[in-house]
């Protein structure tokens, strides 16, 4: 490959620039990593220590490749291999000067791999909590596991063990039994999924007022009706306006002019349950069979088959056919009001789970690690040796992180 065959070989070259920051989005298969590599190779020879340049992945397979690819790179350097392409022999320049940065600085990295800081966002905060295990909230380093469900079906039936317990407690419990038909398992199931995904709500669910959750509600649905309203195809919008009245009215709704209410009920007709466009159409969605209906679902075929490209407009019509109500009623905002006061304490069952077993969750992991950093206003010990001690943190595949990581 030359260089004339890679029309973003500036915005690669931009990439590489130490002296700024980055974000790099790109197709899969677009050479993202190789990228990172790169610039991982150029920072080697611009620091002091190698464990200034600190990379991050999220999979131990992952971080062990970029660790092995690194090392090949500079191998190759040290051989001195003819490059076959100018995006290798960029590469190998780079290891050149990282080599000569190791000779300098009599590193020996190739002796010490371990010194190349590429490790999993796990690992990453282990060692964080590690550090300093009473700020992190874990006096003795527990045991890391990756499938923690029995804990949290242990922590959920724990909460709803509650109800003998707490008065307040006890009423919130017995709303939500009411609400779930007495339902015990299911109760414990939810927690313990709810549980599972807690990184996602935890800072959510402390003192919010109806009027702005509701608020919330509102601004998502505004979200998604402009995003459908400018994918739909100017040219197609009164055809599908036209077809869902149509459908709609077999199926004994009234006629739709657009918005959210329309575009959610047309999504109802063109997509699947599993929210992919619509092979056939049928009485189920409002085209019966015979003479009269045919050209109205030969119609609406033609119109499928030319969606069928758009991808973005059939994620969007997903997204706004499952969208909530913009109001809650008082019942649902009764029930949901108990949900957020016992999640919290659903909560503090699983950490005296982990206590107890001495084991946590990766998510727990992560939360000792950002309580052993301190925040923004007041940093811990921790944090200011650590600005002090790395320069260059390079993430892989950063939209895998969680609101923690």
């Keep these: 490959m030359t260089t004339a065959h890679i029309p973003d070989l500036a915005e690669r070259r931009r990439a590489l620039n130490p002296a700024h920051s980055f974000i790099v989005q790109a197709p899969a298969g677009s050479g993202k990593t190789e990228l990172l590599i790169q610039r991982y190779l150029l920072l080697l020879a611009h620091v002091d220590h190698p ?10 397979k992952a971080a062990g490749e970029m660790r092995e690819r ?25 290891a050149s000067a990282a080599l000569l940065r190791d000779t300098h600085a009599g590193w020996r990295v190739a002796e010490n791999p371990v010194r190349l800081r590429i490790q999993t966002i796990d690992s990453l905060c282990a060692a964080l909590t590690r550090q300093m295990p009473m700020l992190s909230r874990f006096g003795s380093q527990p045991e890391s596991i990756e499938d923690a469900a029995e804990l949290y079906l242990e922590a959920a039936r724990a909460t709803v063990g509650l109800v003998e317990g707490d008065e307040a407690v006890a009423r919130d419990i017995e709303l939500l039994l009411t609400h779930l038909d007495n339902d015990v398992a299911r109760i414990e199931t939810l927690l313990a999924d709810m549980l599972k995904r807690r990184d996602h ?12 959750l509701e608020s919330a509600l509102q601004s998502a ?6 995003c459908v ?7 197609a919008r009164a055809e599908l306006i036209s077809l869902a009245d149509y459908a709609l009215g077999n199926l004994g709704g009234g006629p739709v002019a657009g ?3 329309a575009w959610s009920a047309l999504a109802g ?15 189920a969605e409002g085209f019966p069979s015979g003479k009269t209906a045919q050209p109205w679902k030969d119609r609406a075929l033609a119109l499928l088959e030319m969606l069928g490209a758009h991808d973005e407009l059939r994620v969007a019509f997903a997204d706004i056919r499952n969208l909530l109500p913009a109001h809650y009623s008082d019942g649902q905002w ?23 077993r001495g084991q946590v969750d990766f998510t727990e992991v992560a939360h000792g690690a950002v309580a052993a950093l301190g925040d923004a206003e007041a940093p811990s010990d921790l944090a200011l040796a650590l600005d002090y001690r790395i320069r260059h943190l390079l993430i892989d595949e950063f939209q895998d992180t969680s609101i923690s990581q």
């Design 269 to 283: 007709v063109l997509l699947t349950d599993k929210g992919e466009w619509r092979k056939r159409l049928t009485k």
């Design 229 to 235: 309203d400018e994918l739909v195809p100017a040219d």
């Design 201 to 212: 709500w935890l800072r959510h669910v402390h003192g919010r007022e109806r009027a702005e």
């Design 70 to 94: 690194v090392l090949e790179a500079l191998a190759a350097a040290q051989a001195g291999k003819i490059p076959a392409s100018e995006h290798e022999k960029l590469t190998l320049e780079l």
């Design 334 to 356: 009764e029930v949901l009001s108990a949900i957020m006061r016992l999640l919290p304490r659903a909560v503090v069952q699983l950490r005296l789970v982990f206590q107890s």
């Design 259 to 261: 918005g959210i209410d």
């Design 221 to 226: 649905r505004r979200a998604a009706l402009e």
């Design 51 to 60: 464990e200034e340049v600190v990379a991050v992945t999220f999979t131990k």
